[in-house]
């Protein structure tokens, strides 16, 4: 708990993040991944590949940005940077870590911005214009985000509330990726399973709030919460899948 308290005051974000619970939530899932890396570790690696198998496929002579990529747990900066003339990471908010591999670099940047462009203002929700004018752009990939986009947003109001706000909120991101002037490739999780003792999947949860999104080319599991994270007999598993071009 103290970590995380250190973390939560030294870690820069927009100024909205702190006071909505956002940034809390950021530190939340570094302390989170700590207690289960080799749980997380398929799921992360398979993000990475699924993201620069994607970005593979397209002109390198520009630039490519990572919606996201606060903890670059999940996202093969490295080699992005490698491929692509520049690398443009953006989340709300972004560890010392990410800071510090993008200033080794050299070629990428640290972006904090609020891909939404509706947190402040909820329940009204904006048609991003984000990116829409950059002809420099070659490559933009949202990895692991879709999901989170209303989880902070949308705590305090009413289960139907919530969910309706939150499906607003998914396909406003879903719309937007599909106005970008590139491809843009997608990891997102497609559903959530509660799983009991004996293995068993006892509910399943639709992350995305009745949204749609494109077809997976590709899914795997992610073991989000191993037996013990948030009881003693359930496990929660994510169903994730990645779109190389939404």
């Not at 997976?216 to 948030?230: F, I, N, Q």
């Amino acid at each position: 708990m103290l970590r995380e308290a250190i973390d939560w005051l030294v870690t820069p974000s927009l100024p909205f993040a702190r006071r909505s619970g956002h940034l809390s939530e950021f530190v939340a899932i570094a302390a989170r991944r700590r207690r289960h890396r080799a749980a997380w570790a398929p799921h992360e690696a398979r993000s990475r590949a699924a993201v620069l198998r994607a970005a593979m496929t397209v002109d390198p002579d520009g630039t490519a940005i990572i919606l996201g990529a606060g903890h670059l747990y999940d996202v093969p900066l490295a080699e992005l940077a490698a491929r692509f003339r520049r690398v443009e990471l953006v989340d709300l908010a972004f560890s010392a870590a990410t800071r510090r591999a993008a200033r080794r670099l050299g070629n990428v940047t640290c972006i904090r911005h609020d891909v939404t462009e509706s947190l402040p203002e909820l329940p009204r929700v904006a048609a991003p214009g984000f990116l829409l004018d950059r002809p420099d752009l070659r490559f933009v990939a949202s990895v692991n985000l879709l999901s989170q986009l209303a989880v902070v947003a949308t705590r305090e109001l009413e289960d139907d509330a919530a969910d309706r706000l939150g499906r607003a909120l998914v396909e406003a991101h879903l719309d937007w990726l599909g106005r970008l002037p590139c491809p843009a490739a997608l990891v997102c999780d497609r559903a959530i399973e509660i799983v009991g003792p004996g293995g068993e999947i006892v509910a399943s949860l639709d992350p995305l709030k009745g949204a749609a999104a494109p077809a997976a080319d590709e899914t795997w599991t992610w073991d989000l919460a191993p037996r013990g994270e948030v009881d003693r007999v359930h496990s929660v598993r994510h169903v994730v899948g990645a779109t190389d071009r939404s």
